[in-house]
């Protein structure tokens, strides 16, 4: 298996596809999409560039049908589970990055699967500088990275989107590190089944900024490994302390199905 990752990592920089110019106009962000620069990472067709890491399962392998296409869109759905059973799950794609600008446009569906811990209705993220999926132990719950946090909401309750959340990782903001595992940004909450553009503008272990349908909502600083909220992992990859400079981007399954309509990237200059 890790002989067949090794290639697929070798082949990422031919999966990628030039995002079209009327494909990249039709957001609703205030992103330029009609960059020639921007790289669509999810063709629509199926999972070319993507490799599953199923908690209790090896690399590749996703015995669920977890990940899939469904008219065009990446779903993240458990249609063939029983009930959840702390099985998080992680899409990765083959390539790492480290100073890039990434957008993703998402909406939560249905019901959250029965098993599912209570924190993760209309739960899922985004995993960036993530670690390299081949050095994740088969029980680790999640990868050491840092997350870009989706929610939506309840129907009453204020619950902001785009928040982070650091498992094995540490940030500061203003200077002073982060204490607390999640930090809530100040986007508004999306309680319906809308479709949600959110962004990562980051610069290495330098800055990132969170944006939400286009408006800045969250920012902070000087990346690093170290802190917990990460189960199973091998010590060797956890060295706390070292700038946390690139790694790889992945997409939850935390129990709640949800749909990905865009992943796109486009590279940015060191600041």
Known sequence: ?????????????????????????????????????????????????????????????????????????LTVGYESYQTFDERFGHLFYVDSFSDYQLLI?????????????????????VMFHAQNPN??????DFPISLELQLLGGNGTDARPTAN?????????????????HCTNSTSETFHDDEWVTVELMVHADTVVSHLVNGKKVLEYERLTVGGGSVDGFDDAMKLDGQPLTHGYIALQSESHPIQFRRVLIRRLNRI
């Open 164 to 180: 982070l959340c650091t498992p094995g990782t540490e940030v500061e903001m203003g200077g002073m590190k982060v204490q607390s």
């Open 105 to 125: 446009e998402y909406r939560f569906i249905g019901a959250q699967l029965i098993g599912g811990p209570d924190w993760a209705f209309k739960n899922s993220g």
């Open 135 to 140: 050095s994740m132990l088969r029980d680790q």
């Open 1 to 73: 298996m890790r002989v067949l990752m090794l290639l697929v990592v070798s082949l990422g920089s031919c999966v990628s596809e030039q995002v079209p110019q009327d494909s990249a106009q039709s957001s609703s962000t205030g992103s330029s999409l009609g960059d020639d620069d921007w790289i669509a990472l999810f063709n629509g067709r199926d999972l070319t560039g993507w490799v599953p890491k199923i908690r209790g399962n090896e690399l590749g392998e996703d015995p669920g049908g977890t990940f899939r296409i469904e008219d065009g869109l």
